[in-house]
Every structure is written in C-alpha cells, then in structure tokens.
C-alpha cells in the first residue's frame, strides 16, 4: 500500500545486493512511496550485475564506492545532489562484512587485522557517510538518517563475533552525529535493530538457522521480516517522525524484551522430557 508519504524526497541507499538484501526491500518501497534515490554498492557487488535490476525498476542511478573508501563516498554524496537535483533527505546505510565470520573464526580464534576491516565496512564507513555529508552540506534540513544493526550489540552472541562489536560501535556513531547533525541541520541520525532476515550477510553467520529459528519461537510477533524493516525505514525517513532521533529502535517482532516464550518452553518441554 503508497501513501506517497515519501514523495518529493531524495535519498541514498547502500547495501543492495540481491533481491533477499534489506536495502533492496527499503528501495523498492522507496520508489513505491514517491521518493527519488541514488543506489550505491562496493565495486566487487556491482561487478554481480544484479543490481541493475533494481536501478531500472526503481529509475534510480547506480553509483559505486567501497564505504570504507571517503574519496568513493564524496564522489557518491556530490553526485547524488548533482543527479537528483537537489539536497538529500534521507540515507540508507545497510552495510556489513566481517572477514573473520567469512573465514568462519571463533571469537576466541579472531584475526586482528580482519577484526580492523569489520570495524571499518560495518561501522567506520557510517561515520565517514556522515562526516562527509556534513562537509558537503549535502543533507536537507529536516533529513534522516538510518542505520541497520543488530541486537549483539547489547548481548552476547558468540557466533556473531566482531560483528557485535561493529554494531555497537554504528549505534554510538549514530547517537554523537545525531546530536551533532541535529543541532547543525535539523537532522535525524537512527539506528533501527533487525530481527535475523535470511540474507547473503545473515546466512553467511554459522549457526543462523538455530538463531532465526529461537528468535522467531521467542518473539511474540514472530521474526520481522525484511519487507516490515522496509515499511519501518519508510517511515523513519517520512515527516511523521520527525522528532525521533539519536535511539536504537528494536524492530524484531518483542525479542528484545521477553524472556520466555509458550513456544519455548514447549520445545524445551519436549526436548528434556526425551532426556530423562
Ligand atoms: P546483504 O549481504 O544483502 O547486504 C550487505 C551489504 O553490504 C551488501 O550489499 C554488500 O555488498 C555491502 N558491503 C560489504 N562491504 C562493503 C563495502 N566495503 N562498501 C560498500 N558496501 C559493502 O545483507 P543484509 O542482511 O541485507 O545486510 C544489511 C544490513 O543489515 C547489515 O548492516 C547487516 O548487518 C544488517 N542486519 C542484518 C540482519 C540479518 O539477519 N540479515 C539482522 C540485523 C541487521
């Protein structure tokens, strides 16, 4: 369902890289909302070709840069305005690798070097986006930002390894430029903290299937999928939320605040009673 609640609005959207990415989502119900957006990838992500597919159903200019790269995103924010005709109103980061879960490390086996890279493609390269929007005076007034993180950043998830900490660095990016950029542009800086979604970067985690599946019996609403997380961002970069700025907003279907779940205990039910 468009309400056009978007219409008139310019954007930036990192990260899509297929069709399961959540940014591909965010696009999609961008275009559907009325907005006008740039798409913008790693150089490696383009060479797949997919995205294309998108540019075209979205009639949305591709321009690559690698986010940890600031030269690739002046070229990104200068070209957005140039192409769209104007300032830019909202941003889309949905960006994150970590060469340590690719090459399947422990969190007590992890690579230091690697663990740099995570740092900088999961979280630096949100700092580096705003930093150069600022320098660039590229966002409009009453802009918004967002972010995607997950909720490892608060708790303990062993297997999400460095990732964890790359999280919890992206939302205390978007707590000290949301104050910064508020105060400057009237501009809102978010990050909004998805249920598991079965995407390339989700699956790639060893061990997704059994946290998908617990997260989806624990949460009353079931895990949200990436479409939900599209309308959410949509509505993030609406004017109806104008004033929400600087939070980790939870959208994982009321994971985050229950404890136990009927679903649960059932299975645990079922899976002690085998024991005995
Ligand atoms: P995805 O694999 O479709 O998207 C990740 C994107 O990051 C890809 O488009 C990839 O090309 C891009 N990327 C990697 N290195 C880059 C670089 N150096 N420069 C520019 N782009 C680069 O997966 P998904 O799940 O859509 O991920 C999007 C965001 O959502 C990530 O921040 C992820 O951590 C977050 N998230 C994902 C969850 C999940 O379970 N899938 C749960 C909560 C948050």
């Given amino acids: 369902m468009a309400n056009n609640l978007l219409a008139g609005k310019r954007g930036i959207i990192f990260g899509a ?7 591909w989502k965010v696009a999609q119900r961008c275009h559907q909302e009325g907005a006008t957006f740039v798409l913008s990838n790693a150089p490696l992500a383009m060479r797949m070709g997919e995205i294309n597919k998108l540019a075209e159903e979205c009639s949305a200019p591709i321009i690559p840069a690698d986010a940890t790269v600031v030269e690739d995103l002046e070229k990104v924010f200068s070209g957005a305005v140039e192409q769209l005709g104007g300032k830019i109103d909202f941003v889309l980061h949905s960006i994150g690798m970590s060469p340590n879960i690719r090459k399947g490390k422990h969190y007590g086996e992890l690579n230091y070097d690697w663990f ?9 390269s949100f ?11 590229a966002l409009a007034e009453w802009g918004s930002v967002v972010g995607l993180s997950y909720i490892a950043a608060q708790r303990a998830f062993l297997d999400y390894t460095d990732m964890s900490q790359a999280k919890a660095v992206l939302e205390s990016i978007a707590r ?23 995407t390339t970067a989700g699956t790639g985690i060893s061990g997704f299937d ?12 079931g895990n949200a999928p990436a479409e939900a997380c599209a309308d959410y961002c949509v509505s993030l970069f609406s004017d109806l939320t104008r004033y929400v700025t600087m939070q980790n907003l939870m959208h994982d279907g009321g994971f985050s605040t229950t404890g136990i ?16």
């Fill in 176 to 198: 000290s430029y949301g104050q910064r950029l508020g105060q400057l542009k009237k501009v809102r800086v978010n990050t909004v903290s998805q249920s598991p979604t079965k």
């Fill in 261 to 276: 779940s009927e679903a649960m205990v059932d299975l645990l039910t079922q899976a002690t009673s085998k024991e005995a």
């Fill in 127 to 137: 700092h580096k986006m705003l930093h150069v929007a600022e320098k660039q005076d």
């Fill in 17 to 23: 890289l297929n069709e399961q990415s959540i940014a």
């Fill in 210 to 221: 059994a946290f998908y599946e617990y997260a989806d019996r624990l949460s009353p609403l």
């Fill in 116 to 124: 740099q890279k995570t740092l900088d493609i999961s979280a630096l």
